[in-house]
């Protein structure tokens, strides 16, 4: 039966697998239209040694989806409160592309809910948007940019899209786009993506995301964690440039460690053996540096 935590009267759904008191429980968070399903290769292996824990965002799965302003802050105060109230002790917090960016808000500003990150492909621009190297947008880019920014604003304009992108058959395109490890896009993968698609607010929730101007920036985070950081970084992901943000991570990031791997924008489903192999040895590594 799905698990249900009350927050500002709204029920959020989430996942428990584990126990382990004497080691920093595991909070999984996932990225933009997935949801707790997303970490089930993850959940059923970390969940042997450690106390793991899965989320969906306010908006995602099976959470409820409410006519709110959505943005990174409304998520910190989710998973803030959800660690704080369901949890009881810091967590290390792994996220997936937005789930990343929420983690990072939470480790900025409520460093006494944050044991440690992990990011998967995370989002988030930094305050310096250009790749380092890159050459400064054409005036046509920016055109485009400023186009289908507007677009999305508009009701019709975000629902258009939204019931364009919805369907099964552009979930599985996309998915492949986004996969190194094409066995991995199962039709259970892209039911799993489509089901809360067809949830009251769902449309609604999807129109709000993108309408929000974006919340703090990842290098003024970044200023703000003291926690270890470990980034595992799809390095074939097509939507970030692995190289050129781990180049960011490097020149902001306090306390920080990375891994490579051949895997897309989803490195834990894309490659779930490895992303398991190396999140329990990170978590070991912790363990041993502060006993």
Not at 135 to 140: E, G
Not at 143 to 153: E, I, V
């Amino acid at each position: 039966m799905p698990t249900f935590f009350d927050w500002q009267g709204h029920q959020i759904h989430y996942v428990q697998a584990g126990h382990n008191p004497d080691r920093p429980p595991l909070l999984l968070i996932h990225g933009f239209g997935a949801s707790t399903d997303h970490w089930r290769k993850n959940i059923e292996v970390l969940g042997q040694t450690y106390q793991v824990w899965a989320i969906d965002l306010l908006g995602f799965g099976r959470s409820a989806k409410p006519a709110l302003s959505y943005s990174g802050q409304l998520w910190q105060a989710q998973i803030h409160d959800f660690i704080q109230q369901k949890i009881g002790r810091p967590a290390v917090l792994a996220g997936n592309s937005l789930g990343g960016y929420a983690a990072l808000c939470v480790a900025g500003n409520h460093p006494e809910s944050c044991a440690g990150l992990i990011l998967l492909n995370s989002a988030g621009a930094f305050t310096d948007t250009s790749p380092l190297g890159s050459q400064p947008l054409h005036p046509l880019q920016v055109a485009f940019r400023n186009f289908a920014q507007a677009f999305f604003q508009q009701p019709w304009g975000s629902r258009l899209i939204f019931e364009f992108v919805r369907q099964k058959s552009q979930i599985r395109q996309t998915l492949k786009k986004v996969y190194v490890n094409q066995d991995q896009v199962t039709e259970r993968l892209v039911a799993e993506i489509y089901r809360p698609s067809t949830d009251p607010g769902a449309a609604q929730v999807f129109a709000a995301i993108f309408a929000n101007p974006q919340g703090e920036k990842v290098d003024q985070l970044l200023a703000k964690i003291s926690a270890p950081i470990y980034c595992i970084w799809g390095e074939q992901d097509p939507w970030i440039n692995a190289q050129a943000r781990s180049a960011k991570f490097h020149q902001y990031a306090q306390n920080f460690q990375e891994l490579f791997i051949r895997a897309g924008h989803c490195p834990h489903d894309d490659a779930p053996e490895l992303v398991n192999q190396a999140i329990a040895a990170w978590l070991e590594s912790r363990t041993k540096v502060s006993t």
